[in-house]
């Protein structure tokens, strides 16, 4: 056993160990091993402990538990238990007429013992609100009294009282039954195998938890690979990204298509693209012409000339300066002053002395500038002026600052923001990126000029060339349109709409599919976490369990099982009913049997086949023969065991029953007088004092006191109606009629159950008694020799009087109730009868064949046993009763 569990799975190997330490498994256990499973399941590292070596040695251990109360029942059928329901006792009958509340124990029990077929177990139907049911029971386990508190579930410690009643004798009869004992190594098994069940439950609930929430594929995109991709997501699919990838390229792919498949003149939609496309091409044109125009290079050259003409600037206000030194102003030198010179020159020679050269110095000449005539100071300073200007220095300043301005001329202006907005809009670019793009470009472009306009050297153009990332968009955005030209080309011809529309299809799941990627991947991640439980609940398979239990059982239970079944035939009687018991089958480690008709040559039910009272006695033995096997000292519950068993069955059922408690406890709820009399008749013959619990009629579940005619001893009978009744009818009395007339009826009423009891036990020294098929002669007979005609007299005579209350009454002539004064004179007359009889017992019947000798009075009369019993003792049992003379006659008389 020790190598077979070497090769199970790890956490079964666990759950073994675990079951052979501590006996069960703890909800930490199953945590644990559920912890492993999942772990073996993917391959994982995992902590587990094999079975110690010899640890399977270990022997089954009976411990004898014994119920004792039953208290607190609350929200059970209509139950009313206000006091203990004690059971301490080996034997206990628990008697009750019918809705006094028996069966609602009996279901009570079944639920708390954990036992098959338990039905449903309501509270009060009469009742709008219920209570939460509840129930404590105490019982002895070994010599240890304990109790616990039943709330709805099983109590493990009640698990090995066995219950008896009708359904559970249809399962043992027409259904396969799972052996209920079991050594411990079958037993260990049987464990295993719930173990499993319990860890398969936990892998399957911890599955029905991951619900798909997969959203439905759209009906209309079908056809499509993305609907094909969808339905076959695994926990395997590794190519998501790929798959529900939605880029901005595939939204404007899907705009165009669809815009084509919209367009009503694919023609004139063509004639546009192209037309949008020539703009754009000049606006790429342009922007590469501002891009060579402040190319490194021209700027460079910008600058040599603007070194060349400061410099020649420089040289010529140097000789500038040398002319004018003395001059009393300064800044002669600056570019103002020759501007201010020309303008001179120009009003002179235009307005003030047109036919005289610049600068007139002639006689009488003004300054055209602050028209005063010039002394000749003045006339010499104009003439050096006028030689400065038109000097060679000064000519080849002029001639390299006029070149600079051409060059600056030729710096092409940049369009603002508002210009550039004009022409993209024109153009028809509505891409924010590519307008960004231009935008930037034209604004670094602009600054590149602005630098170059106002740096003197290379390193101080700081701002670089933009990058030509718009002239690459803008160029793609051309073959775009140029493309789409084209492809409206092909739209006006009316030949591809049918793969348009499916590429929409196709591009339009994609985009439900990228919506949708969450999910997805939920889905994915659920699909992989189904897997990996599925993959651990095969580990939890009972096959390997059951066929090594049904290894075992073969030998370990099977025949011992048949064979206790046979013996508990032939306990109960059963001699003529041909049955046998056989093992059926073996399913999920447990191993089934059923009983089967014997000699058969047709199939059939066995049910169909047995009276119900055969089928009850054969269910009966089946229960006897399973719970006996397991050895241990469990109560065993009867509810009602003899129902449609005839006095045959009835008799040997009680025997069992009563032998039963020698080893265990046994509890009886019948209904039955019967079977009360015969449960006490054999207890006392084996010497067991039986514990007697009577349910009221009237409150149901509630105990109340033993019925009088239930009391053995006629003389504690009445002293109970001396010292407890009449005192009730006496304070009756003094509330007035109605009070007094309800407690003297039922006061009569049970005198009258009195006088019966005492003809039977007192006159006939119990020779005969009801609800009991024999006559007991041994040590009893001789007191009838004892009665005499005063006897008979007083018997009948109270008898007569108090038969009469249970009759009803004429209204014109009522016999009233007797007072309490004369109850008590009547029940102390009886009360001293009693003792007289008592006193003078111990005479014999002489009986010679089938006659006997009777005393009646002062003559011994010879007669027949009939005479005896039919002229002796009107008042009997209701029932046949037997007698045999010593001469081995034997008489059936029905009294």
Not at 167 to 178: D, Q, R, S
Not at 349 to 374: D, G, H, M
Request: glycine content about 4%; some cysteine.
């Amino acid at each position: 056993m020790e190598a077979w569990f070497k090769n199970r799975p790890k956490w079964l190997q666990d759950a073994a160990r675990r079951l052979v330490q501590n006996e069960t498994l703890f909800e930490q256990d199953y945590i644990d091993l559920y912890t492993i499973c999942l772990a073996e399941a993917t391959n994982q590292a995992c902590n587990f402990s094999g079975l110690t070596p010899g640890v399977l040695g270990i022997h089954d251990t009976k411990k004898s538990i014994r119920l004792e109360t039953i208290t607190d029942v609350q929200g059970v059928n209509a139950l009313c238990l206000s006091k203990p329901l004690e059971f301490n006792s080996p034997l206990c009958i628990v008697y009750g007429r019918n809705g006094a509340g028996k069966s609602g124990y009996v279901r009570l029990l079944k639920h708390a013992c954990g036992k098959r077929c338990p039905g449903e177990l309501l509270p009060d139907v009469f009742k709008a609100d219920s209570q939460p049911q509840s129930a404590k029971f105490t019982f002895t386990e070994d010599t240890k009294i304990k109790s616990s508190q039943w709330t709805g579930n099983a109590l493990p410690e009640l698990g090995g009282v066995d219950v008896y009643d009708t359904a559970c004798g249809l399962v043992y009869v027409n259904e396969e039954n799972e052996v209920t004992f079991e050594p411990w190594l079958l037993r260990f098994f049987t464990q295993l195998t719930s173990t499993c069940g319990e860890l398969n439950k936990r892998i399957q609930s911890q599955i029905a938890t991951l619900v798909s929430k997969k959203p439905n594929f759209p009906v209309q995109f079908a056809t499509t690979p993305a609907a094909t991709w969808y339905a076959n997501i695994s926990p395997k699919t590794d190519n998501l990204e790929s798959e529900t990838s939605w880029r901005p390229d595939h939204e404007a792919k899907l705009a165009d298509i669809n815009k084509r498949l919209a367009e009503a003149d694919p023609t004139g939609k063509a004639a546009e693209f192209r037309r949008q496309k020539t703009a754009i091409m000049k606006l790429l044109t342009d922007l590469k012409s501002l891009y060579e125009s402040f190319a490194e290079a021209k700027c460079n050259s910008y600058l040599q000339m603007k070194a060349e003409a400061k410099a020649k600037r420089t040289a010529a206000n140097e000789d500038a300066k040398k002319a004018f030194d003395k001059a009393p102003l300064t800044g002669i030198d600056s570019p103002s002053w020759p501007l201010l010179w020309e303008a001179a020159r120009k009003y002179s020679q235009e307005q003030a002395y047109k036919t005289v050269s610049f600068p007139n110095v002639a006689e009488n000449a003004r300054c055209v500038l602050c028209q005063r005539k010039l002394d000749q100071e003045s006339k010499d300073r104009f003439m050096s002026f006028e030689k400065f200007i038109k000097g060679e220095l000064q000519c080849l300043a002029k001639e390299a600052e006029d070149g600079l301005q051409r060059i600056t001329n030729l710096f092409p202006n940049i369009q603002t923001f508002d210009g550039l907005s004009t022409i993209m809009a024109a153009a028809g670019i509505t891409d924010e990126s590519i307008k960004v793009l231009i935008t930037n470009f034209a604004a670094a472009l602009e600054e590149r000029k602005q630098k170059c306009l106002s740096a003197g050297i290379p390193e101080e153009i700081n701002t670089p060339l933009p990058p030509c990332d718009v002239c690459d968009r803008l160029e793609t955005l051309c073959i775009e349109l140029e493309k789409q030209a084209a492809d409206c080309d092909e739209d006006a011809k009316g030949q591809n709409r049918p793969q348009l529309e499916q590429k929409v299809k196709e591009l339009s799941a994609r985009k439900w599919l990228n919506q949708q990627r969450q999910a997805i991947e939920d889905e994915i991640a659920r699909l992989a976490a189904i897997e990996k439980l599925r993959m651990a609940n095969t580990l939890t398979n009972t096959t390997a369990l059951s066929r090594r239990k049904t290894e075992l059982s073969e030998e370990l239970i099977t025949n011992a099982y048949a064979e206790r079944f046979n013996t508990e035939l032939k306990n109960l009687k059963v001699e003529r009913i041909f049955v046998e018991l056989k093992r059926t089958k073996t399913a999920v480690g447990r191993v089934y049997h059923g009983i089967c008709l014997k000699n058969v040559k047709k199939n059939a039910k066995i049910a169909d086949i047995l009276s119900e009272g055969e089928f009850r006695i054969i269910s009966l033995a089946a229960f006897l023969a399973d719970a006996e096997g397991r050895g241990a000292y469990t109560p065993f519950i009867f509810d009602d065991p003899i129902s449609s068993l005839d006095q045959v069955y009835e008799e040997a059922t009680a025997q069992r029953l009563v032998k039963l408690s020698e080893s265990r406890q046994v509890i009886v709820f019948t209904h039955r007088l019967s079977l009360f009399g015969l449960l006490e008749k054999y207890a006392e013959k084996q010497k067991v004092t039986p514990k007697i619990i009577c349910l009221s009629q009237y409150a149901i579940g509630e105990i109340t006191d033993l019925p009088i005619n239930f009391k053995k001893k006629t003389e504690k009978f009445v002293h109970t109606l001396l010292n407890e009744r009449l005192a009730a009818a006496k304070k009756a009395f003094t509330q007035g009629d109605t009070a007094y007339e309800n407690e003297a009826k039922g006061l009569c009423h049970d005198i009258r159950v009195l006088i019966e009891r005492m003809v039977e036990k007192d006159l006939l020294n119990e020779v005969v008694q009801r609800f009991s098929p024999e006559v007991n002669t041994k040590g009893k007979i001789h007191a009838l020799a004892k009665i005499s005609e005063e006897d008979c007299n007083f018997i009948d005579e109270y008898m007569t009087k108090y038969s009469r209350y249970e009759h009803s009454q004429p209204d014109e002539a009522p016999i009233l109730l007797p007072q309490p004064d004369e109850i008590e004179t009547d029940l102390n007359a009886i009360k001293d009868f009693i003792k007289k009889i008592t006193d003078t017992r111990y005479s014999s019947f002489q009986s010679i064949g089938q006659f006997v000798w009777v005393t009646t009075g002062p003559t011994l009369q010879f007669c027949t046993l009939r005479t005896v019993f039919v002229r002796v003792f009107p008042i009997l049992c209701q029932s046949y009763v037997f007698w045999k003379t010593p001469g081995g006659r034997r008489f059936s008389v029905f009294c």
